[in-house]
């Protein structure tokens, strides 16, 4: 009788069957988790994408503000009280004595670089759809150009062009610029732009 159990093979069917239907729906959930993960490392990778080329925008578009600023010696009525979607300059801040803001004496040198950021109280801001763009500009430092006049032949006997020419002295910025998209992700382009 013990024998006739043993090599009684009814039900083993359903054994493997069982087996087979546990090593399937096993596979099933591993290749649903890494599909998962998959999305999710793509939908951080557009996040990241987008949000650069909104902060990449931010240095392009800081530097007609630049040139504008201190051309002018104050911000430009198209920058001032726009929708947030268009170009934003902070103009808020003026300074008592001459009524000029301290976004204009900051550009020109007579501010020292303040501890404003991009990230706190930025210098210009725009919105690109559903990514804000906030850009912080700060006076680095000015050099005479190399090879220019002032450098080359005026020397100490004073000979030569002198340094107010056009293009005699380069003035140079920090420019941050921070995306800022949805689900607080944020990316930042850190760049030094050269005026002449």
């Known amino acids: 009788m013990i024998y006739r159990m043993i ?16 090593a399937a729906t096993a596979v099933g959930v591993i290749a649903l988790s890494t599909s998962s993960t998959n999305v999710m490392i793509s939908g951080n990778q557009r996040l990241s994408e ?12 800081s530097i007609p503000v630049i040139k504008n600023t201190i051309g002018e010696r104050d911000i430009a009525q198209q920058y ?12 808020s801040d ?25 990230s706190g109280t930025p210098d210009i801001w725009f919105s690109l759809g559903d990514t804000s763009v906030n850009v912080d500009v700060d006076y680095l430092y000015r050099d005479y150009a190399k090879g220019s006049a002032i450098e080359f032949a005026s020397g100490y006997e004073g000979i030569g062009k ?13 420019v941050n610029s921070l995306g800022v998209g949805s689900v607080g992700s944020e990316t930042e382009v850190c760049a030094i732009y050269r005026d002449k």
Do not use: M, R
């Open 7 to 22: 090599n009684n093979q009814k039900g083993v069917a359903l054994v493997v069957g069982t087996l087979l239907l546990l």
């Open 50 to 61: 987008v949000n650069f080329a909104a902060a990449d925008s931010g240095v392009s578009v």
């Open 80 to 91: 001032k009280d726009q929708p947030p979607e268009k170009i934003n300059v902070d103009y």
């Open 94 to 118: 003026t300074a008592p004595a001459n009524g000029i803001p301290d976004f204009v004496d900051e550009l020109v040198g007579e501010l020292p670089v303040d501890d404003d950021t991009a």
């Open 162 to 174: 002198g340094a107010g020419g056009k293009g005699s002295v380069e003035v140079y910025y920090a």
